[in-house]
């Protein structure tokens, strides 16, 4: 057989044009185990596909331009399906890849260990499809979800997302509510863009604020394909597409994740938490130690955003998400070097804001004690409490700094930098 009428046999079978066996021989033994699906291709809308021991996946369309706009949904085998909290997972690829199964194993915990209903979304891709056909694919999607929630388990009060990278700036703009639409009750977002114009602006990309590398032109690049034009030409149309600039009090509660030297500045993360604040909405922000990205950094970002959803979608049986704790930064790489002479800014912010507080940039001794080198005047920013001056090394060698915030009877402190002066 060529490899072409291969592929052919393949696609018919998953689109279900033809039968892999006797017809009805599947339904005696409960829902059929779901084929691997074909690039393009739709499966047969609908029907339950077994994906893992007591899960099954029903693929349902929003429209009809084929896979890409449509959502799989995951319930347990058996019904019936009472009311449960829900979580729409939304895929990444820099709008321009991706797939919904890409976020199966995930909607199969999400059923087995919570017992809660979860749907994966497909969305139109760009270049091909410009903004803001994304969004309002999400919205499709979503209001389809709350369309059938009767027959699929879903509590329309009780629906949250999680996405990541493209996927959690789709997330975060669903968790603001829009005309004839409520807001999502809660939204988990690795490494989200929130502020589409500052992304493509800052001098570290898409990220490595702490590691010194640039990628400007990779994160100009991308979103300049989504949105098919440059900040200076079109701001109102990166407004609008930026979650940041959209928050009002009814904002869905949200948890953001992202690393700190990552391909997403973290500083994303920070722009949509100084919104959510002033607006009084809950708001969360983790960043990792290290340069992963999005599901790069999964294994240790699940955990807490399956506890922020729960906390957020079932509180009556829930503990609250933990207080945000203060964070203090001190944005130099982790080891930098300069020359004897030249000046070396030491700046940082403090999150979330705190009157009241201080912040001194102490170095490492030679026996592993502090010392108190610098003081630093705290100011108050458009979005952060900052701090912002400079030491000039007048020797060769290597001096260690941390900034110590102190502040209502707590002390936290950032990571050691390293500075070498040759």
């Known amino acids: ?38 690039p393009g291709v739709t499966p047969p809308l609908e029907k339950p596909f077994l994906v893992a021991d007591g899960v099954v996946r029903r693929t349902l369309a929003y429209g009809t331009a084929g896979l890409e706009q ?3 949904v995951y319930t347990p085998a058996r019904g019936p399906y009472p009311p449960r909290p829900t979580v729409l997972l939304v895929h990444g690829g820099g709008w321009q890849i991706g797939d919904s199964t890409e976020w199966q194993d995930e909607a199969v915990a999400l059923v087995r260990e919570k017992g809660w209903t979860a749907a994966s979304l497909n969305y139109r891709l760009a270049p091909v499809h410009g903004w803001p056909a994304q969004l ?18 879903i509590d329309v009060d009780r629906i949250g997302a999680l996405g990541d990278s493209a996927g959690g700036h789709l997330a975060a703009l669903l968790g603001e509510p829009g005309p004839g639409r409520e807001p999502l009750r809660s939204v988990v977002t690795w490494s989200g863009v929130n502020d589409l114009s500052g992304l493509t602006q800052q001098a570290s990309s898409g990220g490595c604020a702490t590691h010194g590398c640039t990628r400007r032109g990779v994160a100009a690049r991308v979103v300049g394909g989504l949105m098919g034009c440059t900040p200076e030409r079109c701001p109102e149309r990166y407004a609008q597409a930026s979650p940041a600039a959209a928050v009002t009090s009814e904002h869905a509660a949200t948890l953001a994740v ?37 599901r790069g950094f999964q294994r240790w970002a699940w955990a807490p955003s399956l506890q922020f959803l729960a906390a957020t979608l079932s ?16 944005d130099l790489p982790q080891r930098s070097e300069t020359r004897v002479g030249r000046p070396v800014r ?19 001794q030679p026996d592993g004690s502090w010392r108190t080198a610098r003081l630093a005047r705290v100011l108050p920013g458009a979005y952060d409490t900052y701090y912002d001056l400079t030491w000039t090394p007048s020797a060769r060698g290597t001096t260690v700094w941390r900034a110590v915030w102190r502040g209502s009877g707590a002390v936290a402190t950032s990571p050691p930098r390293a500075v070498v002066a040759r």
């Open 1 to 38: 057989m060529t490899r072409l009428r291969r592929a052919l046999l393949v696609g018919l079978l998953a689109a279900g044009f033809l039968s892999s066996g006797p017809a009805g021989s599947a339904g005696t033994s409960g829902p059929a185990p779901a084929a691997e699906r074909v």
């Open 70 to 72: 449509t959502v799989d």
């Open 136 to 153: 309002h694919d999400a919205q499709a999607a979503l209001d389809l979800l709350r369309d059938r929630a009767g027959g699929l388990g």
């Open 258 to 294: 992202s690393s700190e030297g990552e391909q997403i500045d973290p500083r994303q993360a920070w722009v949509m938490d100084s919104a959510l604040h002033r607006n009084g909405v809950p708001s969360r922000v983790h960043v990792l130690p290290g340069r992963l990205h999005a």
């Open 315 to 330: 509180p009556e049986t829930t503990p609250p998400y933990p207080r945000p704790a203060v964070t203090v930064t001190l």
């Open 346 to 364: 030491l700046k940082g912010v403090v999150r979330p804001r705190e009157a009241g507080s201080s912040v001194s940039l102490q170095v490492r």
